[in-house]
């Protein structure tokens, strides 16, 4: 089955965390699954990207063979959660971690010249299109910057990585009208059910 991806898929609030966060329950072994199981999601996800990410990349996303460079966008994803869930929790950057993300990361744009990236437009001139790995790679190493490091949290409903881009950090979900209401709406049925429980006993 193709995934709709909506404006939902894309809350990690940059484009790096919107790709870590396409392994759906990743804390969870028994119901966690990998959206890019089928490389074919993978030039969707990045045609869908273009849109939502365009303010954070300037410049349409290319995937030129699927089944190519799969193993490297997932390598880079999984090094990119290991590296940065942990400061999203509160806790220090890992050396080790530190190590297997900046190698993933010049596997994806080794060699990229179309990159030509600047002070102005990091992610390269606008409007021509960029490889999807490359834009991946970039928007991850940007994740190092203090800025965007204190900005990384874990929406406690399902898990996903994002940045909290409000002035005062109080951002609690990835996506209030979805994990926030979800949370609300299970509040509200053991609220009311304990006040049955009360009444009928
Ligand atoms: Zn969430």
Same mark, same amino acid.
């Given at each position: 089955m193709t995934v709709a991806w909506t404006a939902h898929r894309f809350s990690g609030g940059i484009l790096a965390l919107d790709t870590t966060n396409t392994?759906? *329950?990743?804390?969870d072994p028994a119901r966690r699954f990998d959206r890019?199981?089928?490389?074919?999601e993978i030039p969707r996800f990045a045609a869908a990207a273009s849109i939502f990410r365009r303010p954070e990349i300037g410049r349409p996303l290319a995937v030129a063979d699927a089944e190519a460079v799969a193993s490297t966008v997932r390598a880079l994803r999984e090094s990119t959660d290991a590296l940065f869930r942990r400061p999203a929790a509160g806790k220090g950057l890992e050396a080790g971690a530190m190590a297997g993300f900046l190698r993933d990361c010049a596997t994806a744009i080794d060699?990229?010249?179309? *990159?030509?990236?600047?002070?102005?437009a990091p992610f390269g001139p606008p409007d021509k299109p960029l490889a999807f790995e490359v834009a991946f790679a970039v928007s991850a190493l940007s994740l190092l910057l203090p800025a965007n490091l204190k900005r990384l949290k874990i929406c406690p409903n399902c898990g996903w990585l994002f940045l909290d881009k409000s002035r005062n950090l109080s951002?609690?979900?990835?996506d209030m009208s979805v994990c926030g209401n979800r949370t609300k709406a299970r509040h509200h049925y053991r609220r009311t059910r304990m006040q049955r429980e009360k009444t009928d006993g």
């Open positions: 392994v759906v *329950l990743r804390c890019f199981d089928d490389p074919a060699g990229r010249e179309e *990159l030509h990236a600047s002070a102005d951002r609690l979900w990835c």
